[in-house]
């Protein structure tokens, strides 16, 4: 089965951000969209650790910290989304 997320790290010209257990990738819906994923396959995010769950929003808080100061936007949202199937 292929996975579209892990497809979208194949375009590397998209990836701001990649480390052990996570990736953000630009979006394309407004500009400053960053999205980000954990490495780990998930179907909702009450599968993952608390621990990677906090990372993902540490990484999420960076990211948005950077946009602030890179595109000097004046406000931020950070959203949780579960994307998978059951």
């Given at each position: 089965?292929?996975?579209?997320?892990?497809?979208?790290?194949?375009?590397?010209?998209?990836?701001?951000?990649?480390?052990?257990?996570?990736?953000?990738l630009?979006?394309?819906?407004?500009?400053?969209?960053?999205?980000?994923?954990?490495?780990?396959?998930?179907?909702?995010a009450?599968?993952?650790?608390?621990?990677?769950?906090?990372?993902?929003?540490?990484?999420?808080?960076?990211?948005?910290?950077?946009?602030f100061?890179?595109?000097?936007?004046?406000?931020?949202?950070?959203?949780?989304?579960?994307?998978?199937?059951?």
């Open positions: 089965m292929v996975c579209n997320i892990c497809e979208s790290l194949n375009d590397k010209s998209k990836v701001v951000y990649e480390d052990d257990s996570c990736f953000a630009i979006g394309d819906a407004i500009l400053g969209h960053v999205k980000v994923y954990p490495k780990k396959h998930a179907v909702k009450e599968e993952l650790k608390d621990e990677e769950i906090e990372h993902i929003f540490a990484t999420a808080s960076y990211a948005a910290t950077a946009v100061e890179t595109l000097g936007a004046q406000g931020t949202n950070i959203l949780s989304s579960n994307t998978g199937k059951d």
